[in-house]
């Protein structure tokens, strides 16, 4: 680990990828409601003189939402991102990036025209080397400032409508586990009032799209700090485990000797502090999680509520999830029955695929075992588990996919819950990235799961 750890410290910072641009976190951009900023290989606005890209309005959708929010300019993430900025950069052909600096996901090179593909793999299936490396890439994240972007600490209102900033620097781990938190926060009415039933990435639609982007978001922004373009987020396949396989040492940190809430000294990742894991507190502020240190990642894997969740998914769960034909169905939120996307997220049940709120199956299932910092929705990405975890579903979702070969109309065009419809706009990214086109199979995305490979 120390070897890693030594280059780590010879690494060049390279821009990075998240909510608030630090170029566009000023009084100038959020008066003039623009987030365009100069492309350091040209020296202009979203690489225009290079034909990477220009200033344009943002293109809102208009379709109609599902009734599931019954308010309308209460919430910065409303109509995402047109409370901060109404214009932003639309780049052209393989480019993508605040400024359009970067290439979309599956390619590379200088003026991105080489075709990637790469291969997230089974953690277990990793040599002892490619392991150590992976842990040693969280825990360099964690501790690696991001170059590129902040995070906001007030509303746009407590911003006084943008005259007043209030944004404050963050680690790039901590970066993701804050945009998580965000998407899913409750929305601040005033007077101590908020509305719970609001979330931009989980109990709709957009899950699965929107936690796809999330993780492509993290692999590229960690091939960036580290210099590794071969990077990829390992998955753990959790199908019939009898108990947590990564809880240990070697991999995600074991059990405390003393403490069964805590993780084992011998992990690195026991002096990790968490974020944004107090809601209440920041409700009751009618404040927004300023990324401040909260304490210890907390796990305790099995000693869960059983008659929620018995135990963890099973192959069979999986496949059945994997035989239904709609993707969305009904209200398309957590009471969705017969749903692909609900039953894989854990609201349905994994064997008859009505909806079962009181019981947590596959996605939920994995999240309350683990019963700490991963089974609080707002907090749950402080456990490094998260990424393994959601590599996983996303590789679900691939199959499904792949099996059924939809086509893009069958993601709902419209009334499904606030920023869930095909065209809108993902909470909280800037670049700017629509649901619907994520809705498509990871080899058009650059990358492909191991286990899936034709034989």
């Not at 790469?118 to 299936?125: K, L, T, Y």
């Not at 398309?332 to 996307?341: E, H, L, V």
Request: contains cysteine; hydrophobic residues 35%; glycine residues 8%.
């Amino acid at each position: 680990m120390s070897v890693f750890a030594m280059g780590f410290l010879l690494v060049i910072l390279q821009p990075s990828t998240g909510q608030f641009p630090r170029a566009c976190a000023n009084t100038q951009s959020l008066l003039r409601k623009e987030c365009c900023p100069i492309w350091d290989g040209d020296g202009s606005p979203c690489g225009e003189l290079s034909s990477r890209g220009s200033c344009q309005n943002i293109l809102l959708s208009l379709a109609p939402l599902g009734p599931q929010f019954p308010f309308s300019g209460v919430d910065d993430r409303e109509d995402w991102p047109s409370v901060f900025y109404n214009r932003t950069c639309k780049c052209q052909g393989n480019f993508m990036g605040f400024n359009c600096g970067e290439c979309k996901f599956g390619f590379s090179g200088q003026n991105c025209t080489e075709i990637r593909l790469r291969m997230r793999r089974n953690i277990f299936d990793l040599t002892t080397h490619e392991k150590d490396k992976f842990l040693a890439y969280l825990n360099f994240a964690k501790n690696t400032p991001s170059k590129d972007y902040v995070i906001a600490t007030g509303t746009y209102a407590q911003m006084n409508n943008g005259s007043n900033p209030m944004f404050r620097n963050i680690n790039v781990y901590d970066l993701f586990v804050w945009m998580h938190y965000y998407a899913s926060r409750d929305t601040l009415l005033g007077g101590f009032n908020v509305w719970r039933d609001i979330d931009f990435a989980h109990e709709a639609p957009g899950f699965l799209p929107w936690h796809r982007v999330f993780l492509l978001l993290w692999e590229h922004e960690i091939r960036k700090i580290t210099g590794d373009e071969n990077f990829t987020i390992p998955y753990w396949d959790w199908r019939d485990a009898e108990n947590c396989v990564v809880c240990t040492d070697e991999y995600m940190g074991g059990r405390h000797p003393t403490n069964p809430n805590l993780l084992s000294p011998a992990s690195f990742f026991s002096a990790w502090q968490v974020i944004c894991t107090r809601s209440e507190e920041y409700n009751s502020q009618e404040a927004l999680c300023n990324a401040t240190g909260e304490g210890p990642i907390l796990r305790n894997p099995g000693n869960n509520d059983k008659s929620r969740t018995p135990r963890l998914p099973s192959s069979d769960e999986v496949e059945f999830c994997l035989s239904l034909t709609q993707y969305e169905s009904g209200p398309m939120d957590k009471m969705a029955n017969y749903s692909f996307r609900n039953t894989l997220e854990g609201f349905a049940d994994p064997r008859t695929a009505i909806s079962n709120i009181s019981q947590s199956g596959l996605h939920n299932a994995l999240h309350i075992y683990m019963n700490g910092s991963m089974s609080q929705v707002q907090g749950s990405a402080n456990d490094p588990i998260f990424v393994l975890h959601h590599a996983f579903v996303d590789s679900i979702f691939e199959r499904w996919l792949r099996r059924h070969r939809p086509m893009l109309e069958v993601y709902p065009a419209a009334n499904a819950p606030i920023g869930h419809n095909r065209e809108n706009y993902m909470v909280p990214f800037i670049p700017l990235y629509r649901n619907g086109e994520f809705f498509k199979s990871s080899r058009e995305l650059g990358y492909d799961y191991e286990y899936l490979q034709d034989p």
